[in-house]
């Protein structure tokens, strides 16, 4: 099979019609209080751009005050917020947390993928015991393991034999405390599962006819995956991966608890506006949120035909 015929089967999959259920409640509601709900939902992200663009003088009587007068209008905000250094600027840090986010992106991505395909299409025992153990991970709470995660980071694993009274080194120490990549891990660690699980799902629901086709065909597993699989599975592998972004550009409890206060330098965003509220004022604040804002709200608009038609194909699955 082509990846024209591949893509052109994903294309209709993911123009399926929604179920009657759906249709009913959707043809039920009014248009105007969907549209009210999105302008009330607006007001707060509304409020805070209009904070960053205005003085902060003028802004101690309420942001939506005075809002005609164009006087109290200036980008000053946006300058004082860039140029404001705590240990690195906020241009760094908003390298930081894009490097944090795509590695936590691509690479749960790129395994999740194939443990997906292996999962429903290639000879696997207890293929059930494993999907149901993904669920499993799903539940574990990252905030849980946080502490011995790092620990571990740091220290590595060991095991005393109480007989021998001998220490086993079961994993290296690999002094990671306190860097990126012990965020990275942290971060893929949590999204493989979910990954994975979303993923298999779609992969699952494949036409058996198109696999058996190209394994008549000669192709190998690898083929099929690159070829069949993943052109047919775009859609969700696109939306697995603006969930993926928005949840590790956004994060901030997990770099706080790797990182520390031993590398501010290595610091995200999420962590550095914080410390912004302490030295700045909050037209900066405002300023520096929006610019972090910003970004992940351009990556959603890239890929929201993706997000959609991946929501359309598990409403059909």
Do not use: K
């Not at 240990?87 to 760094?92: G, I, M, R, T």
């Not at 971060?187 to 008549?216: E, H, K, N, W």
């Not at 192709?219 to 047919?232: D, E, K, N």
């Amino acid at each position: 099979m082509s990846q024209a015929q591949a893509a052109g089967r994903a294309s209709g999959v993911a123009s399926g019609t929604l179920s009657p259920g759906i249709q009913r409640f959707l043809s039920w509601m009014p248009t105007w209080a969907v549209f009210l709900v999105a302008g009330l939902w607006s007001i707060p992200t509304g409020g805070f751009i209009v904070s960053s663009l205005r003085r902060w003088p003028e802004q101690q009587s309420g942001w939506w005050t005075d809002l005609a007068n164009i006087d109290t209008w200036t980008l000053d905000n946006y300058r004082a917020a860039l140029s404001v250094s705590v240990n690195n600027s906020f241009l760094e840090s908003m390298f930081n947390s894009f490097v944090i986010a795509v590695a936590a992106t691509v690479i749960p991505l790129l395994f999740g993928a194939w443990a997906a395909y292996a999962i429903g299409w290639m000879p696997m025992r207890h293929r059930t015991a494993v999907f149901f153990s993904l669920v499993a991970l799903m539940v574990l709470p990252v905030q849980a393991v946080l502490v011995p995660l790092l620990q571990f980071f740091s220290g590595g694993a060991h095991l005393t034999l109480p007989l021998l009274g001998r220490t086993v080194t079961l994993f290296p120490d690999l002094d990671l405390a306190g860097s990126l990549p012990a965020v990275w891990l942290t971060l893929i660690g949590f999204a493989l599962p979910i990954t994975i699980f979303l993923l298999s799902v779609t992969m699952m629901r494949l036409p058996r006819s198109l696999i058996d086709a190209a394994r008549l065909d000669g192709a190998s597993h690898v083929q099929i995956f690159w070829r069949v699989a993943v052109p047919l599975s775009m859609p969700m592998v696109a939306g697995v991966a603006v969930l993926l972004f928005l949840w590790g550009w956004n994060e901030y409890l997990v770099p706080f608890t790797m990182i520390g206060g031993t590398n501010p330098t290595a610091y995200p965003a999420t962590i550095r506006l914080v410390s912004y509220s302490a030295v700045t004022g909050g037209g900066n604040i405002a300023a520096a949120a929006t610019l972090h804002s910003a970004v992940a709200v351009v990556v959603f608009a890239a890929l929201q035909r993706q997000f959609s038609r991946a929501l359309l194909m598990s409403v059909e699955y």
